[in-house]
């Protein structure tokens, strides 16, 4: 049994302070310690993209990160990026244009969309579909999917365009 | 999948990782971006007691062009080596091959040196390394040494690198001519079913050089020799290529598992190799 360490965690703008064994993958830390249900686990393998979140500015699947690894790192999670009173753009994208289906690849959808889009406000339907390679959809909903991150791109291009 | 307990050290500097790796010998491991190691040690096939993070230690993070070569640092990811505009100008065959490695999210963790320290056959950089002719700095209690990429591999997960010894950067002699990193893969996210890494240089219509590496076809890399020189003094024309497949196909040895049969193996390594060759003579 190792020890356990000090973790220092900023969670959706939140500090968290704990103490956990280094072998404690961060999806679990978020889920059983934190009540952060948002990320799913699904495959456990770093291939189904369930457990997605930005861990300093990129998208990580936190099923294959120790929470000793991220300790000391901001962490946004879906739960970040809007409420129900107050959806993010791709939160509504989703729910307009049925990208949702099963809903349970969603959050981990949304939060790589997110990037994808800070990174690549503009993207082609290619570009989505090689950005998003990473999250598995198994209702195969892919091409409500990419609809709904073309039409958040849109919309929070105009919002980005109204605002200037 | 919760992996065995373990000890965790986050040191600073370099002094630090090889104060640990001493004290503890074939029971410490060094992880960088970690997405070949920690499944590895979720599924239980990889026992670590003490996991040495170098994510802490500087000065293994940077990318630098120099006149005649190029050095990149262990911890650089494979997200970096796409984003370096400066990179894919220099040296476009690592984008090329940087963006057909896993997906988004493990690229963004997945390094460098991760990648060619592992050992693992399916990687995608080291056969790369082998083709560019890269070199591999590692360092130990004894200070420094340089490794060639193509004497670093002995067999699957075993290299040239010592246990006390930790890989630092990678450097590779500026490419010249035309490039391709060719890959076949089941799906989003594989390993190569057959990869193959072509830098070709041109002299009039004829090859001047040819340097050829294949990936996951052999328990180790393969750096074909024989591959090459089949094509240097050649127009690439189909004659030289089905004698530069033949000696590719001599030099590696794949085996069966849920990537297919050995011929299938060879087959699909053929057509990738080809593939390579004509792109790269069309870059060159």
């Known amino acids: ?164 | 999948m919760i992996p065995a307990a373990f000890e965790y050290h986050r040191p600073t500097d370099m002094d630090g990782v090889l104060a640990v790796l001493a004290e503890h010998g074939d029971d410490a491991r060094v992880m960088a971006g970690g997405h070949s190691l920690i499944p590895m040690m979720k599924l239980r096939m990889a026992d670590v007691p003490h996991l040495i993070d170098l994510q802490d230690v500087g000065g293994m993070s940077d990318i630098e062009l120099g006149s005649d070569s190029i050095r990149i640092g262990a911890l650089v990811t494979q997200a970096d080596i796409i984003d370096h505009e400066g990179l894919a100008k220099a040296a476009p065959i690592l984008r090329e091959a940087a963006l057909q490695i896993a997906d988004p999210q493990v690229r963004y963790m997945g390094t460098v040196g991760g990648n060619v320290a592992n050992g693992d056959p399916g990687n995608d950089m080291p056969g790369l390394m082998q083709c560019l002719d890269a070199s591999f700095t590692v360092v130990g209690p004894d200070g420094e040494r340089d490794i060639p990429a193509r004497e670093f591999y002995e067999a699957a997960y075993m290299t040239a690198r010592e246990d006390d010894e930790v890989l630092t950067s990678v450097t590779i002699p500026m490419p010249k001519g035309g490039y391709a990193y060719e890959k076949q893969k089941r799906k989003i996210g594989d390993y190569a079913t057959a990869a193959a890494a072509v830098q070709i240089t041109k002299d009039g219509g004829s090859c001047a050089s040819a340097a050829i590496a294949m990936t996951n076809l052999s328990d180790t890399p393969i750096f074909s020799d024989a591959a090459g020189a089949a094509l240097v003094g050649t127009s690439l024309d189909d004659a030289a290529l089905k004698v530069a497949v033949a000696a590719m196909l001599g030099d590696i040895d794949p085996t069966e598992d849920n990537r297919g049969p050995i011929a299938f193996k060879k087959h699909v390594a053929g057509v990738i190799l080809r593939r390579a060759i004509e792109r790269a003579w069309s870059r060159a």
Request: aromatic fraction near 4%.
């Open chain 1, 1 to 164: 049994m190792s020890n356990k360490m000090h973790i220092k965690l900023n969670v959706n703008g939140k500090d968290e302070e704990f103490l956990a064994e280094p072998r404690e993958l961060l999806i679990y830390t978020l889920r059983e310690r934190l009540n952060i249900t948002g990320p799913h686990i699904g495959c456990e393998t770093s291939h189904c993209g369930a457990c997605t979140m930005t861990i300093d500015g990129k998208s990580v699947k936190a099923c294959t990160m120790f929470v000793a690894q991220a300790s000391g790192k901001s962490v946004t999670t879906i739960e970040g990026l809007g409420g129900p009173d107050d959806l993010h753009p791709l939160q509504s994208a989703f729910k307009e244009h049925h990208g949702l289906q099963c809903g349970y690849c969603t959050p981990g959808m949304i939060t790589r969309a997110a990037k994808l889009l800070e990174e690549n406000p503009n993207p082609s339907e290619e570009e989505i579909r090689f950005g998003m390679a990473g999250n598995i959809c198994r209702c195969t909903g892919y091409q409500n999917i990419v609809k709904s991150i073309q039409a958040a791109a849109t919309e929070m291009n105009a919002a980005k365009e109204a605002a200037e």
